[in-house]
Nanobody, 124 residues
Framework: QVQLVESGGGLVPAGGSLTLSCVVS????????VAWFRQAPGKEREGVSS????????DVVDSVKGRFSISSDNAKNTVYLKMNRLKPEDTAVYYC?????????????????WGQGTQVTVSS
């Protein structure tokens, strides 16, 4: 049974940092693409970053490039999203998602499994 459990969200001032964690079970991080999405109030869910450990490939969307980075720890079956220089517009519920390889792109419809989300709030 595939499960994804996020943690690490919270309230942080603008310019601060947070690291989100996604512990996965039911598969290993080198078998699936694992991604982070976010959804702000009144907005559609959008992709933020993804990691394909099997092909050693990561992707980060332009709006967070240079500030966010994704990584994984195979031994802990955990995927991380390191967020630096946070802005108020980064405020959202952040979701971890996974889907079996292969997949190209970072669209909600492509991902089969989802976590429950963790709230990130950036104060101005």
């Amino acid at each position: 049974q595939v499960q994804l459990v996020e943690s690490g969200g919270g309230l942080v001032p603008a310019g601060g940092s947070l690291t989100l964690s996604c512990v996965v079970s039911g598969f290993t991080v080198d078998e699936y693409v694992v991604a982070w999405f976010r959804q702000a109030p009144g907005k559609e869910r959008e992709g933020v970053s993804s990691i394909n450990k099997a092909d050693d490939f990561t992707d980060v969307v332009d709006s967070v490039k240079g500030r966010f980075s994704i990584s994984s720890d195979n031994a802990k079956n955990t995927v991380y999203l390191k967020m630096n220089r946070l802005k108020p517009e980064d405020t959202a519920v952040y979701y971890c998602a996974a889907t079996p390889l292969p997949v190209l792109g970072l669209r909600v419809a492509q991902f089969k499994y989802w976590g429950q989300g963790t709230q990130v709030t950036v104060s101005s």
